[in-house]
């Protein structure tokens, strides 16, 4: 009988690890307790499906006998999923910091039976090469220190016990200004690269929740530094090889630092996020580029990138990443031959390859990424037909080779980011069809993704696992909101607020405020985190703040907006580095501190209501919508909508800035004129 205990999982990158020799087992009970039984260290090992270096990491060691059996012989040896079990590797990852070392995947984590870190580090090659000692020789050295230097050893843990814990206990500051909103903006702008965008050296994230933070600056300052720092970096983002301009999607990150070669895994959580940031970006600039980025993402998303329950029931959700890898080799699927690129051209083989940077010897290992090198070039390019079709016959010829593993599991919060991004997009472009896929993908969580009333993170082959985290529930509950913004229902208003009661009883900390990152009845983890700096994704603390606010302007009920004031006192400080680092929770103050509430009444199928609201749709961000139907119930008495009413049979809108409303137009020209002043 196999002493892997991963075969009955759900996770694809669990399930990649089931035939390894080594004895994997998931997190949970029986391996802890199994740790503490024979008093052996604990090797936990953290990955993700599309993880190219854990990949490596795996062919090299865990599937090598001879480091499996090194491995068995001394230690219980733990896999865990980081996109099932975010709270396991926020902790994780956090110890390793501690150590001094920087962190990432896959992650190697040595603890001692009761889950207390001690030691770590990320990949270790099977020999030492890179500078990084050999993972057999690693092995052999933690055991040795586990069986003889304990007191060496505790000293780490207790150490480590300290830092940990400080996770959980935030140390609190006066609030959030507008003046401290703006220092962070200033400092963010210092990191940015002013030749290629994002920020400087490699390799270069996008890092949309920065850049959007960088933009609201702009918006609300009208400094021009802002904007071009934000536009060079989507230009730079949509033209660069980190853009399949075949197939549309952002890869997670370029390994240089000119956007040129990807790391080739796309995520769906980064293409949510810039999604988000074009279409916001377009309101202002109407760049075609950006237009066009956003339309081909999206077409990717809903071509490749949607997973059905077994029984059709008309929903689908997102799933996860696709990998970096094909055939064993990183990028193989995307990459182009320059004698490739001529038998499928022709003629038209030597104009794209000007356009699309395809040398002789390729632009990367011999091989050609296709990229546009000169940004200004872009809107011609793409509004050239022999381009257009090009790509066309590129892109047919694609299909049929091995494309890269999909990792099809739904998570929770990254749909939200999806869902919030396919709404923001449909109003702004005024495309049903991708406001009816955020209502399917939505209708999805609410069918497939809850289990005795509770929210669960993950789906996958029909069963929904692990209880959800304070990410799902912000996400969630700000994609609700988004719906109900753009299509006035009032249902998806209680999805949210059900959500967020669900986030205060099972996450909320009502000692010393604030979320953690695990519920209440999560026992298999040595400390709850309560994270605020944003990471690939905005963190659940920042999004709530903006949720709560949101509430707040749209019901009156004061209770969301002390619970936000709470969240952004807990998380408040004057460190110009601290605030750069929290641009999700910067960016949900500003909301909370100088909102605008535009007021539609009328019936969201009305023309004339309709009409107003394509107004909003195209002004700048950073507008709260409340659009009641006659049967929605008034607002709360402290609310400013409280007493509005319609000019005769027509719809009309207020403009409401704190508590002040402004005189009721019926006219979208006349609405324009307000928010354009406001």
């Known amino acids: 009988m196999s002493q892997n205990h991963l075969a009955a999982e759900t996770s694809p990158y669990l399930l990649q690890h089931k035939d390894n020799p080594v004895h994997w087992r998931p997190w949970g009970d029986d391996a802890l307790n199994e740790a503490k039984r024979l008093d052996r260290p604990i090797l936990l090992s953290v990955g993700y499906a599309a993880c190219h270096w854990c990949h490596v990491m795996a062919h090299e060691s865990?599937?090598?006998?001879?480091?499996?059996?090194?491995?068995?012989?001394?230690?219980?040896?733990?896999?865990?999923?980081?996109?099932?079990?975010?709270?396991?590797?926020?902790?994780?990852?956090?110890?390793?910091?501690?150590?001094?070392?920087?962190?990432?995947?896959?992650?190697?984590?040595?603890?001692?039976?009761?889950?207390?870190p001690f030691w770590g580090g990320t990949y270790f090659p099977p020999a030492s090469r890179y500078g990084r000692p050999g993972f057999p020789d690693v092995l052999r050295q933690i055991s040795a220190v586990y069986s003889s230097q304990k007191e060496t050893l505790n000293k780490n843990v207790d150490a480590l016990r300290g830092g940990l814990a400080k996770l959980a206990a935030p140390r609190p500051g006066d609030g959030l200004s507008l003046e401290h909103?703006?220092?962070?903006?200033?400092?963010?702008?210092?990191?940015?690269?002013?030749i290629r965008g994002g920020t400087s050296g490699a390799p270069k994230f996008p890092q949309p929740s920065l850049f959007r933070l960088l933009w609201r600056a702009y918006q609300r300052t009208n400094a021009p530094m802002f904007r071009e720092a934000v536009l060079l970096t989507l230009n730079s983002l949509c033209t660069g090889g980190i853009y399949d301009h075949l197939g549309g999607g952002f890869a997670r990150y370029a390994t240089d630092s000119e956007w040129l070669v990807p790391h080739f895994e796309k995520m769906l959580y980064d293409n949510a996020l810039?999604?988000?940031?074009?279409?916001?970006?377009?309101?202002?600039?109407?760049?075609?580029?950006?237009?066009?980025?956003?339309?081909?993402?999206?077409?990717?998303?809903?071509?490749?990138?949607?997973?059905r329950p077994t029984i059709d029931d008309g929903t689908f959700g997102f799933a996860s990443a696709l990998d970096?890898?094909?055939?064993?080799?990183?990028?193989?699927?995307?990459?182009?031959?320059?004698?490739?690129?001529?038998?499928?051209?022709?003629?038209?083989?030597?104009?794209?390859?000007?356009?699309?940077?395809?040398?002789?010897?390729?632009?990367?290992?011999?091989?050609?990424?296709?990229?546009?090198?000169?940004?200004?070039?872009?809107?011609?390019?793409?509004?050239?037909?022999?381009?257009?079709?090009?790509?066309?016959?590129?892109?047919?010829?694609?299909?049929?080779?091995?494309?890269?593993?999909?990792?099809?599991?739904?998570?929770?919060?990254?749909?939200?980011?999806?869902?919030?991004?396919?709404?923001?997009?449909?109003t702004t472009f005024g495309e049903p069809a991708w406001l009816a896929a955020a209502?399917?993908?939505?209708?999805?969580?609410?069918?497939?993704?809850?289990?005795?009333?509770?929210?669960?993170?993950?789906?996958?082959?029909?069963?929904?696992?692990?209880?959800?985290?304070?990410?799902?529930?912000?996400?969630?509950?700000?994609?609700?909101?988004?719906?109900?913004?753009?299509?006035?229902?009032?249902a998806y208003l209680t999805h949210a607020k059900d959500w967020t009661g669900h986030a205060d009883h099972y996450h909320w900390d009502g000692e010393n405020s604030g979320y953690f990152l695990s519920a209440v009845d999560t026992t298999d983890v040595i400390v709850r985190p309560k994270s605020i700096h944003d990471n690939a994704v905005p963190s659940g603390n920042g999004t709530m703040v903006e949720v709560l606010a949101r509430l707040w302007l749209l019901t009156g009920e004061d209770l969301y907006r002390r619970r936000a004031e709470a969240l952004t006192r807990l998380f408040s400080a004057d460190?110009?580095?601290?605030?750069?680092?929290?641009?999700?929770?910067?960016?949900?103050?500003?909301?909370?501190?100088?909102?605008i509430l535009v007021v539609i009444l009328g019936e969201p199928t009305d023309p004339a209501a309709q009409a107003l609201r394509a107004v909003v749709a195209s002004s700048p961000s950073g507008l709260v919508v409340l659009c009641p139907p006659p049967a929605h119930p008034d607002p709360s008495p402290l609310h400013p909508a409280q007493g509005r009413t319609r000019l005769g049979d027509t719809a009309t809108a207020y403009v409401c800035i704190g508590t002040t409303c402004s005189p009721p137009v019926t006219r979208p020209d006349d609405l324009r004129d307000l928010l354009s002043s406001s």
């Open 62 to 116: 865990f599937e090598d006998s001879a480091i499996a059996a090194l491995m068995n012989a001394q230690f219980i040896n733990i896999k865990v999923d980081r996109e099932e079990r975010p709270d396991i590797d926020t902790i994780y990852q956090a110890a390793l910091a501690m150590l001094g070392q920087q962190g990432g995947w896959p992650l190697t984590m040595f603890l001692t039976p009761h889950a207390e």
């Open 181 to 194: 909103i703006n220092q962070g903006a200033i400092t963010a702008l210092r990191l940015v690269d002013p």
């Open 274 to 307: 810039l999604i988000e940031l074009l279409s916001e970006v377009w309101r202002e600039t109407r760049s075609p580029l950006y237009a066009q980025r956003v339309r081909e993402t999206i077409d990717w998303a809903l071509a490749e990138m949607t997973v």
């Open 324 to 426: 970096a890898d094909s055939e064993g080799s990183e990028g193989k699927f995307y990459v182009w031959a320059a004698t490739e690129i001529v038998a499928a051209l022709g003629d038209e083989a030597h104009a794209f390859s000007r356009a699309y940077d395809v040398r002789p010897h390729g632009n990367w290992e011999g091989q050609t990424i296709l990229n546009i090198p000169h940004a200004k070039d872009a809107c011609e390019i793409l509004a050239d037909e022999r381009f257009a079709r090009a790509r066309a016959t590129l892109r047919e010829i694609r299909k049929h080779r091995v494309r890269p593993g999909r990792d099809d599991k739904v998570l929770a919060d990254w749909n939200g980011l999806m869902i919030c991004a396919l709404v923001q997009a449909a």
């Open 439 to 490: 209502r399917s993908a939505f209708a999805f969580v609410i069918a497939h993704m809850h289990d005795a009333g509770r929210l669960r993170h993950v789906w996958r082959n029909d069963s929904a696992r692990h209880p959800a985290i304070i990410d799902d529930y912000a996400n969630l509950a700000r994609a609700a909101l988004a719906l109900f913004e753009a299509t006035g229902e009032a």
């Open 575 to 595: 460190d110009p580095q601290y605030l750069v680092s929290v641009p999700g929770l910067l960016t949900s103050a500003e909301l909370l501190e100088r909102a």
